[in-house]
């Protein structure tokens, strides 16, 4: 089972439901598999991302040899989860407690978040 990470630039919302519809929207635009255009990210996304990776390694798809339990993340490199204003992010549960201290660094980046358990099949 893994956790996956909403994080976007702009205001919070207000609750579930505007988050959900504006990372929906967001996710609809800015992920190419969904038929958006996947583009470099934002300042604000790439500044969070590497707050991320200075705190936690991140994980090389080339690298047999990292120790992948050092690293919350459920696939690396973390940047290729960015489009845009819009970074979408997998942990791996077993250290889904660490979500807490992600969603610290994001209030000073002025960026909101929403999250959901996923299961892997």
């Given amino acids: 089972m893994s956790y996956d990470l909403a994080v976007w630039e702009g205001v ?3 609750g579930d439901a505007a988050a959900t519809a504006t990372f929906e929207d967001l996710y609809r635009k800015h992920m190419r598999h969904m038929g958006g255009q996947k583009t470099p990210p ?5 500044q969070y991302v590497e707050a991320l990776v200075a705190r936690w390694p991140d994980l090389s798809p080339d690298d047999d040899e990292e120790d992948e339990d050092a690293s919350p993340w459920s696939d690396g490199p973390l940047i290729n989860n960015a489009s845009g ?11 889904c407690q660490e979500a807490a201290s992600l969603l610290q660094i994001s209030p000073e980046l002025s960026v909101s978040s929403a999250s959901t358990p996923r299961t892997s099949a």
């Fill in 85 to 95: 204003p819009l970074f979408y992010f997998g942990m791996v549960f077993s250290k």
């Fill in 42 to 46: 934002t300042p604000l996304i790439r």
């Fill in 12 to 14: 919070r919302p207000a």
